[in-house]
């Protein structure tokens, strides 16, 4: 399904893309009154020109082949970052990219920057990086761009500061992402969309919750930790947070932190958010062996629409996750890196929506991930 929709859209994207410069910058839709509707003519007319433009953007992307890719992944044991540097480097191919380098960050920022450095020894035409620190983005930025590479960072977003000095430099650095505050809402909506009466075990009035953490030096955990709280505040729900740890978006740190917080606040916590789905899934281990039960005396939350989080939702055993859209975000960060390479250039700041995930949709986000 996938990959039959990226070949589908591949040509109108790229003309799309090579045009508009990038997702963030497209302009919205018309929105033509329906007396005011183009023409047949017109539609037509368009739907060539479109066309035209897409085959030249497919010609041009002909010389890809001959470009170099370096891409910097924060590490390779993560399980969304799997997900998304798999389907990266089949769209980096299907782009016509044939010379593609993926490293590993090993989760250290001195092994990256050394990469990162052999990348530039080696003559790349163009990097995609996953910072293993968002804080070293400007130390990169400046190597990078003092080398004449064009530069697009992924899933961990750089500061403000830093994103101003591409735009003042008008300097050829991107970021293609989500807004981690969209997901962290979305968690905080499922929860709350379910309403006191069925959350309040204890009866106390109020939602107690605990929170488990991934890297606090990334933005995606802090938006996700003050956002879904404010969801249910926001809701007009009263909370109480029994625990907030550090799982570094892992599964054996949420399972271990899960079971230590089960142990020690018992049956009062109703609520175990998580900042991601691999944290979730040990979460659920440890609910489990306390012999609790999601849905019945507990929920649960995750981010990222993992595929076996999906099929727990469908079944019932995590209350919902959000979907980190991997897909749309590698084609977005490959387009951006064809876009710099064929000159048209692009927006300093390219986004993604967030997708709620619970029962009433976990089945068609499941068939659409196959
Ligand atoms: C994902 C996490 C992942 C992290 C890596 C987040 O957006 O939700 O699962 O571990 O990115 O930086």
């Not at 399904?1 to 045009?19: D, P, Q, Y």
């Amino acid at each position: 399904m996938k990959k039959k929709v990226v070949s589908i859209v591949l040509a109108a994207t790229l003309g799309a893309t090579l045009l508009a410069g990038c997702s963030g910058s497209a302009a919205p839709a018309a929105e033509a009154p329906a007396a005011e509707a183009p023409a047949q003519e017109e539609v037509k007319e368009e739907a060539a020109e479109v066309a035209e433009e897409a085959s030249e953007a497919v010609e041009a992307s002909g010389d890809l082949a001959g470009k170099k890719v370096g891409v910097c992944i924060y590490q390779f044991n993560d399980n969304f970052m799997t997900l998304f540097r798999t389907e990266l480097e089949s769209y980096l191919k299907e782009l016509g990219f044939t010379d593609i380098t993926i490293v590993d960050g090993a989760n250290d920022q001195a092994t990256q920057s050394g990469q990162i450095d052999n990348f530039i020894a080696d003559g790349v035409d163009v990097l995609i990086i996953n910072p293993v620190n968002s804080s070293s983005a400007a130390t990169i930025t400046d190597k990078v761009v003092g080398a004449g590479i064009p530069l697009v960072y992924i899933n961990r977003e750089p500061d403000e500061a830093e994103e101003q000095r591409w735009a003042d430099n008008n300097w050829d650095v991107t970021y293609v992402g989500c807004d981690a505050r969209q997901s962290g809402t979305m968690q905080g909506e499922i929860i709350a969309d379910l309403g006191l009466d069925a959350i309040d075990f204890n009866k106390n009035g109020k939602i107690d919750y605990i929170m488990i953490e991934g890297d606090p030096e990334n933005i995606d955990a802090q938006y996700r930790t003050e956002f879904s709280v404010k969801a249910l505040t926001d809701a007009g729900l009263e909370v109480n947070e029994l625990d907030d740890q550090v799982g570094m978006w892992d599964t054996t740190k949420g399972q271990e932190l899960v079971a230590n917080s089960l142990a020690q606040n018992g049956n009062d916590i109703e609520v175990v958010f998580c900042n991601n789905d691999a944290m979730a899934l040990g979460a659920l281990e440890s609910i489990k062996a306390a012999g609790r039960t999601v849905g019945t005396d507990i929920y649960l939350v995750g981010v990222d629409a993992l595929t076996e989080v999906v099929e727990d939702v469908i079944n019932g055993s995590i209350t919902g996750t959000v979907f980190n859209d991997h897909i749309s975000q590698s084609h977005s960060a490959a387009d951006a890196a064809a876009n710099y390479l064929t000159g048209a250039g692009n927006e300093h700041y390219i986004g993604c929506d967030y997708v709620k995930v619970t029962t009433e949709n976990a089945q068609s986000i499941l068939d659409s991930l196959k």
